[in-house]
């Protein structure tokens, strides 16, 4: 297996406009989170989902934000009418449920917000 | 006040040198504790963890957990060049979902 993957792994773009993200898991992990993560600080958690189910919601994760997981594979988050405060580094990170605590991140994409 | 507080450094110790960096937690369910180091611009990679009190060894690295005083720490010993880094903590409790991170605490090891 080889880890958590995130596509794409920079993206650069003009405010206002719609951006998706995707993480595809390692692949026996049921559990996925998505994370932000700013320049100085730790990841801040977005969301979770147990398979296709988004479980967890931070109130970070304003209205614009949406994140999905058909399939209880792959997960998108998309963000919507992007602003400047969105640019920072989206994180997702997998784990399974009998070793929760173990939880493994992928590169991360950087979004950049002009 | 933050779940999780952690000195954001820097550090800047030589090569040899004996790490330690901590963090103190508020929330006494937090069960499991997790650290994690972090190059720049790349995700975060599992060092190792515990769970509830105690200490746990792996190499070079070394985590403690003290929950009695809601501290725990983690030693490098022999810290090399390539530990340059910034190091996380990370806590969650048994009924949890979410994760609680520390600031990060950036390392510099000098050759």
């Known amino acids: 297996d080889t880890g958590v993957s995130q596509d794409p792994r920079h993206k650069i773009t003009k405010r206002g406009q719609n951006v998706t993200f995707r993480c595809d898991p390692i692949s026996e992990h049921n559990r996925l989170y998505w994370y932000r993560q700013t320049l100085g600080q730790g990841p801040e958690f977005l969301t979770y989902?147990?398979?296709?189910?988004?479980?967890?919601k931070s109130r970070l994760l304003s209205d614009r934000f949406s994140a999905e997981r058909p399939k209880g594979s792959f997960s998108t988050l998309e963000i919507q009418r992007t602003e400047q405060g969105d640019s920072a580094m989206y994180l997702c990170a997998s784990s399974s449920s009998r070793v929760k605590n173990e939880q493994y991140f992928g590169p991360g994409t950087r979004l950049t917000v002009t | 006040q933050k779940e999780v507080e952690q000195d954001p450094g820097p550090l800047s110790v030589p090569e040899g040198a004996i790490v330690s960096l901590n963090c103190t937690y508020s929330n006494s369910a937090f069960q499991y504790f997790m650290w994690y180091r972090q190059y720049s611009r790349k995700g975060p990679e599992l060092l190792m963890y515990t769970y509830s009190s105690g200490n746990k060894e792996d190499g070079r690295f070394t985590a403690q957990v003290d929950k009695s005083s809601k501290y725990i720490s983690l030693f490098i010993r022999d810290s090399q060049p390539s530990d340059s880094a910034t190091y996380l903590c990370?806590?969650?409790?048994?009924?949890?979902?979410?994760?609680?991170f520390g600031t990060g605490t950036s390392l510099t090891v000098i050759p």
């Open positions: 989902f147990q398979n296709e189910a988004q479980l967890e």
């Open positions: 990370a806590m969650i409790g048994n009924t949890g979902n979410q994760f609680y």
